[in-house]
């Protein structure tokens, strides 16, 4: 059965900090991965997502995550964080017949 | 703007009362998930919609049921609602063209339940 999970529950970080969020899968087959975020009161919203190809994928507002095979890793990050990146972060897989396994969401905090 | 939307967005009901949540897409996608959403925890599926097809995960109870009566509406029932079925229910949509990569999933607001 496919897993995710999220090392990281709680991270508070100072506006420019880098961050770096955790994220690693378990599923034997071929994995397609996202990065999901949720802002305070609002609906979750597609950050990134890998499919195949080139490992480190772009995304919107400055985030991007690289694909480490050998390690089962797709760990989120940004160099320069702001205080409007505070939100919560979830990783997700679609492994076969649409199965969805979402990690437990790492919750960030920035401080100005 | 397409977009999935659900209503209502908090709906309060009694122990044991019946409940619907509706679900609606402009967006023209073939698949349909309900998510079931609780404070600081990650959204869990329930089920979803391939089109017509209905795929239940194995750990939903019975007590949750859906209905899918054309591509743009969801429904999610549940005929006894206990204490700990009060969370956030989310639907989202995708579009599968049948082969890999899986495309990702667009998200509504969601619904914020309530049982008394």
């Known amino acids: 059965a496919q897993s995710v999970s999220q090392h990281n529950h709680h991270v508070i970080l100072s506006e420019a900090a880098s961050l770096e969020l955790g994220c690693n899968y378990s599923?034997?087959?071929?994995?397609?991965l996202f990065w999901y975020v949720q802002y305070p009161g609002q609906h979750l919203q597609l950050l990134l997502k890998y499919f195949s190809g080139d490992p480190l994928v772009k995304g919107i507002k400055g985030f991007e995550a690289e694909f480490i095979k050998s390690k089962f890793s797709f760990n989120l990050r940004k160099p320069s964080v702001q205080w409007s990146d505070t939100a919560e972060y979830f990783c997700?897989?679609?492994?076969?017949?649409?199965?969805?396994?979402f990690g437990t969401g790492t919750k960030l905090q920035v401080i100005p | 703007d397409a977009m999935v939307i659900q209503n209502p967005r908090y709906q309060v009901t009694q122990f044991g009362k019946p409940v619907t949540l509706s679900c609606s897409q402009t967006l023209n996608h073939n698949v349909m998930y309900w998510y079931q959403q609780k404070s600081s925890q990650a959204p869990k599926l329930l089920f979803h919609?391939?089109?017509?097809?209905?795929?239940n995960e194995a750990d939903t109870p019975d007590n949750f049921q859906s209905r899918r009566p054309n591509t743009s509406f969801c429904f999610l029932d549940i005929r006894s609602p206990g204490l700990g079925d009060a969370a956030m229910y989310l639907c989202?949509?995708?579009?599968?063209?049948?082969?890999?990569?899986?495309?990702?999933?667009?998200f509504g607001p969601g619904t914020r339940l309530t049982v008394l």
């Open positions: 989202a949509t995708s579009f599968d063209h049948g082969t890999r990569p899986y495309n990702e999933q667009f």
């Open positions: 599923y034997g087959g071929t994995v397609n």
């Open positions: 997700a897989s679609i492994g076969g017949y649409q199965k969805v396994t």
């Open positions: 919609y391939y089109d017509k097809d209905f795929n």
